[in-house]
């Protein structure tokens, strides 16, 4: 009993009408790095965000170091040795990488902070662990990884000894991985245990010592790492065998629609700002932008649809000049976008399904003449897409905020698609969606693309763009790194240009004739 | 219009003098502001402290008890703020024009009902609060006119800057406020309590906006109008605004409100209309916040931009 | 599953706040009930009192709906009157400088200048806030100030009628609305404000304007992403409102005075955008909020008048109305209450990082 350091028992939590977890499970024993699978929402992050004491939990039992604790608050998690790094850092953009550190548990001269031994700790752990930091910067100057490490040396500053990570490796590249997990071994040397919190099964199988599966909120199995492998993984994770391969038609390729030349654009973070970046995309093909997420294709994409301003260069659609243009314009010359956040950009959430899908026409016949709107069109067409897109619920009067993800993403998938654009601009199309409605978004994209229009895809799922795309292009720190066509294309060479490199396979493509190199 | 007789150095105090009633809403602004709270009701604080301070000082005949009575006003009407607002959730700018309006109110309500009149309220029992009178200063006209004679708040309102600027951003408390404002989230993971700070600068904030009233009513003067802040209160917030929230920068703003405020009433005396220069305040406050606005505006764009700055 | 909680709301809010009226009442002396009597009298009863009511009804509506729309795009005009008295002012301009045009084109002008100057004078706070995010409280009570004094130098200097109350010169005879109910001052201007914000109701629910209005109101970066400009959009919502706080002024010109008065308004619009306050600007409640309000304004001065009990009890009565209302969490059960919390920390939109983009 006494070799386990967190237990988890029966653990069941609700949000208002949603059961997040139903049947939690979990327990750490300590020194390990015990990893936590499934998809999204699984109810993985939540059972270690209610260990971490950012939710109660509704009933169950759970035991840190044999003592059992009932109402748990951040503090009490951290007194209780726990960290946390979550997916969104906790970090102050405006404050210094010391001052976020330090927060909370500021050393003290009284009651003024004192900063020289705040600093003295500190390079203790940059040097124990060899990870690299700069104090003084502010956590808006520097870059993400830094901030992952940042976070790291948080929760050990805070002095825990059970160190939980949630997604870490979403924002890193696979060479970044490598040095992460090499950081992750010193810490087990050290002593300390780590709960993983991960979805990618490959860096799973190579990191943990023990896996816990979990499935729509409840516990499926935890087995040894030499037990398994990813396919077993995999289908426990999703419960079936899952065959996320949709067959690539070959493309056929006809007229330039979007061409971009030469663009530069303000940006978020210094290294997503992008500085001359050219691509074109012609009718009839795919065309995939891979890159780890914050390398400047959020801001690309804002640039293109008119959302920000472009400060040097052109883009054409279908030849008509629409740089700087207003957005609204830019759907008229044929623009049909799906935005990366269908929360912030995509849907209106108090407003009804059906005026979210008639949304970009809603001033246009037959649904208005002049100002007055009509509103049975508006209905009908509604209720059609609703159909034609297995929308659930069918309600076209219900509120946007009542659907799940993968409804919601329906819906925004539905409108763009309907309004039948020339280019259509898929920005991370399943991310937050569930596995039947990632599987019919993919069919939809292939459909549009057999039927004549250009698609520029952009993930950070790998997988989604070697999947889809017919041509990859490779973004980072906002610059193209590198374009090669789908028959060349594989995770090690995409995934080496992802990160700035340009690996010996990537090479041989460039011989081959098949990949151009920026 | 004699120039040399508007500018001279009798404007720097004056300038100083009708700056701290907004320099102390300003501050009262500052420090909810650091917990992300616009503190939109300064302008009501402000007249139930004046209100209270005349009150109270008509009826004890102490300013002491009159300073008190006003800052504890203004913590019970920050209080039902923070109550509104933290626990019941109530938008922020709705509260604070509410508290105004109930400011408006009660005060109205008791200028009848504890003084037996209406309209405004003078009396020469009102004790006003002391001036630091320094007889060697007497003989020296330039001595006399720069430093002799302040009002005792006119002197603490300086030292409130220093003190708040240093607990920003030297003690333990100002960096879990800043963060607190800025990344509640982060703050709470850190363990900290955030709606326990919230309600601690609310606290604070009616303390001051109490003191704020209490200089207006009782040591700017002695007597009591209806709606005697006449827009004080917000000029305070639109200093803050100007500052970004921090101490000193809000303070160089309230001074360039009681400059204008000086310079106005000199040029009365030139026949200007009253009203153009009753105007003058409001309009310079306008333009300020709309610069410091458009100012910051620019600042972000350019740290974004893709041109300007150097490749790492 | 908002909505009945939405009126059990309110209608508990009012019982609260007329409570704890009573309790003061009775802590001062007074009787509460035959206070309260008489307020309902004084409003009601009597042709005096009655037209008194719907007189001051007037610019309550209007105002209100003025608060109301601008609302929608989410900004808070605190300067519907600074946009009453200059509306008021040009109004009594057009009336009272234009001579020999038949009455329904004059009266036409009037409110069209009227209007034509509210909506530019919103404008700017609307053009602030959508370019540069100013906070438009602070700006628009400025702006108020700032109107206030414009009027006054006007109608004290070159717009005086040099009687030696500060007024304008009386505007021509067939421009002034006629008062339909004798002794009081109501007039048939509320027919004009009733038809006003029949089709101001109407735009709001039913048209693309509306639809345009509500949706950059919601969510300001989906609006830019379907194609309806914000920035754009938030300007035309405050020229609205802006032109419908005109309308009020020149109104209260026509038909209650028939000139143009230094500070006749003690705060009218303030009412009025405590009326939609309170109702959390629900289109659908506002006109009846706005006529309760009208109701405690007219019969407070009955009730002062038969009771002693003063005015400005009524008017604390109103402000503890709202501060209450405000309170969005206020009369949910527990159970909801908790479940809120935990909604808000899953989404955790407060929570998150840039909380303080108005001040930094």
Not at chain 1, 271 to 287: A, P
Request: aromatic share 8%.
């Amino acid at each position: 009993m006494n070799e386990y350091i967190v237990e988890m028992t029966d653990i069941e939590k609700n949000f208002e009408l949603v059961k997040a977890v139903s049947n939690g499970q979990f327990n750490l024993k300590k020194g390990e790095i015990h990893s936590l699978i499934g998809e999204n929402g699984a109810g993985k992050s939540t059972m270690m965000k209610i260990l971490y004491g950012i939710y109660p939990y509704d009933s169950g039992t759970i035991k840190v170091n044999g003592e059992k604790l009932a109402d748990i608050t951040p503090k009490q998690a951290i007194e209780h040795e726990i960290g946390m790094v979550h997916q969104e850092f906790m970090l102050v953009n405006e404050l210094t990488v010391l001052e976020n550190i330090i927060l909370g548990f500021e050393p003290r001269k009284r009651i003024t902070i004192d900063f020289d031994s705040a600093r003295k700790d500190i390079q203790k752990y940059i040097d124990n662990y060899k990870m690299d930091i700069q104090p003084n910067k502010r956590i808006n100057q520097i870059s993400v990884g830094e901030a992952q490490r940042v976070e790291i040396i948080k929760t050990l500053y805070r002095g825990a000894q059970i160190l939980i990570l949630d997604e870490p490796t979403a924002v890193l590249t696979p060479q970044e991985c490598k040095k992460f997990f090499e950081i992750l071994n010193n810490l087990k040397a050290d002593g300390k245990s780590v709960v993983f919190i991960s979805h990618k099964l490959k860096e799973v199988m190579e990191i943990s010592d023990r896996i816990t599966v979990m499935r729509q909120g409840r516990y499926v199995d935890t087995v040894n790492k030499a037990d398994t492998n990813t396919a077993n993984l995999a289908k426990m994770m999703v419960g079936r065998e899952v065959f996320l391969n949709v067959e690539r038609r070959k493309a056929e390729i006809g007229d330039t629609v979007l061409e971009v030349k030469d663009l530069w654009t303000s940006g978020e973070k210094e290294l997503s700002k992008i500085r001359g970046v050219s691509l074109t995309v012609k009718s009839g093909e795919i065309v995939g932008i891979a890159g780890i997420d914050g390398n400047g294709q959020s801001e690309f994409v804002e640039a293109i649809a008119g959302l920000r301003k472009v400060e040097q260069g052109t883009v054409l659609l279908d030849g008509a000049n629409i740089t700087n243009r207003s957005p609204q314009k830019i759907r008229e010359i044929g623009l049909t976008h799906i935005p990366e956040d269908r929360n912030l950009r995509g849907l209106s959430r108090g407003m009804s399904i059906m005026d979210n899908l008639v949304a970009v026409k809603a001033d246009q016949k037959p649904f208005a003449k002049g100002i007055v709107r009509n509103r049975k069109e508006i209905f009908d067409f509604s209720a059609e897409l609703i159909k034609k897109f297995d929308v659930r619920p069918d309600n076209p009067y219900a509120l946007a905020q009542s659907l799940s993800g993968g409804n919601a993403q329906k819906v925004v998938v539905a409108r763009e698609v309907d309004a039948n654009g020339k280019l259509l601009i898929a920005s991370q199309p399943s991310r937050g969606v569930d596995i039947g409605a990632i599987e019919s978004i993919r069919k939809i994209l292939n459909e549009v693309k057999a039927s004549g229009k250009g698609i520029l895809l952009v993930s950070a799922d790998l997988e989604e763009i070697l999947s889809l795309s017919d041509r990859i292009v490779v973004m980072y720190e906002g610059k193209i790194m590198g374009t090669i066509d789908a028959e060349d294309a594989n995770e090690d060479n995409v995934g080496m240009m992802m990160m700035g490199g340009i690996s010996s396979e990537a090479n041989k493509a460039v011989e081959a004739g098949g990949a151009v190199l920026s | 219009m004699d120039f040399s007789s508007i500018f001279d150095y009798t404007l720097i105090y004056a300038t100083i003098r009708a700056a701290t009633p907004i320099l102390f809403a300003a501050l009262a602004a500052v420090i909810t502001q650091q917990a992300d709270i616009i503190n939109i009701g300064t302008e009501g604080i402000m007249l139930t402290g004046a209100f209270t301070a005349v009150c109270v000082s008509y009826f004890t005949g102490s300013w002491v008890l009159a300073l008190l009575a006003a800052m504890i006003a203004g913590v019970v009407m920050a209080m039902i703020m923070a109550t509104a607002h933290i626990k019941y959730k109530a938008d922020i700018c709705a509260i604070g024009t509410a508290i105004n309006i109930f400011a408006l109110a009660i005060t109205k309500f008791g200028i009848k009902q504890f003084l037996g009149t209406s309209g405004s309220f003078t009396n020469p029992r009102i004790i006003a609060i002391p001036k630091i009178h320094i007889s060697i200063f007497d003989s020296n006209k330039y001595l006399n006119g720069l430093l002799n004679n302040w009002s005792l708040m006119e002197i603490f309102g300086i030292v409130m800057v220093f003190m708040i600027t240093f607990m920003l951003y030297r003690t333990v408390w100002g960096l879990r406020l800043r963060s607190v404002g800025r990344f509640p989230m982060a703050a709470k993971t850190a363990g900290i309590n955030v709606n326990r700070m919230k309600y601690q600068v609310m606290v604070i904030s009616g303390i001051l906006g109490g003191m704020a009233g209490a200089h207006l009513s009782i040591g700017y003067s002695q007597m009591f109008t209806e709606n005697m802040t006449n827009g004080r209160g917000f000029m305070g917030v639109a200093a803050m605004f100007f500052g970004s929230a921090n101490p000193m920068l809000a303070w160089i703003g309230c001074l360039l409100f009681g400059l204008t405020d000086s310079i106005g009433g000199r040029l009365q005396a030139y026949g200007w209309p009253s009203q153009f220069v009753l105007m003058m305040p409001y309009i310079i406050t306008i333009f300020v916040l709309t610069v410091s606005l458009w100012r910051k505006s620019v600042r972000e764009a350019k740290i974004k931009s893709s041109l300007l700055t150097e490749q790492l | 599953m908002k909505s009945p909680n939405k009126y059990i709301n309110l209608l508990l809010t009012i019982v609260v706040s007329m409570l704890i009226g009573a309790v003061i009442m009775l802590m001062l002396g007074y009787n509460p009930l035959e206070a309260y009597f008489q307020l309902f009298k004084g409003a009601f009863v009597g042709k005096l009192n009655l037209g008194t009511t719907l007189q001051k009804f007037v610019p309550l509506l209007l105002t209100s709906m003025a608060f109301v729309i601008s609302s929608r795009v989410g900004i808070f005009n605190v300067g519907v009157e600074g946009e009453l008295y200059l509306g008021a002012l040009a109004a009594a301009w057009v009336g009272f400088t234009f001579t020999g045009l038949p009455a329904p084109v004059h009266i036409v002008f009037c409110f069209a200048f009227a209007m034509l100057v509210g909506a530019a004078w919103a404008s700017i706070p609307g053009a602030l806030k959508a370019q540069w995010g100013v906070n438009e409280v602070c700006v628009t009570i400025l702006m108020n100030y700032v109107a206030m004094f414009i009027t006054s130098y006007l109608v004290n200097g070159p717009f005086s009628a040099k009687t030696g109350v500060p007024q304008t010169p009386a505007v021509a005879a067939g421009v002034k609305l006629t008062q339909f109910m004798r002794p009081s001052q109501a007039h048939t201007g509320l027919f004009i404000a009733i038809a006003a914000v029949i089709f101001i109701y109407w735009l709001m629910s039913r048209s693309t304007l509306g639809y345009k209005f509500t949706s950059a109101g919601l969510n300001p970066l989906h609006a830019q992403y379907v194609g309806i400009d914000p920035k754009k959009t938030m300007i035309r919502a405050m020229m609205l409102s802006g032109a419908v706080g005109g309308m009020a002024g020149c109104i209260e010109v026509l038909g209650v005075y028939g000139y143009f008065l230094d500070n006749f308004s003690s705060g009218i619009a303030f009412d009025g955008m405590l009326a939609a306050l309170i109702v959390k600007s629900d289109i659908k409640t506002v006109p009846f909020m706005a006529f309760f309000l009208a109701v405690l304004k007219s019969g407070a001065l009955g009730m002062e008048r038969y009771t002693g009990v003063s005015k400005a009890i009524v008017d604390t009565i109103i402000a503890v109305f709202i501060i209450f209302a405000t309170m969005e969490a206020l009369f949910t059960f527990k159970k909801k209450h908790k479940a809120k919390k935990e909604a808000s920390a899953v989404t955790g939109k407060e929570d998150q990082q840039g909380g303080l983009n108005n001040g930094f």
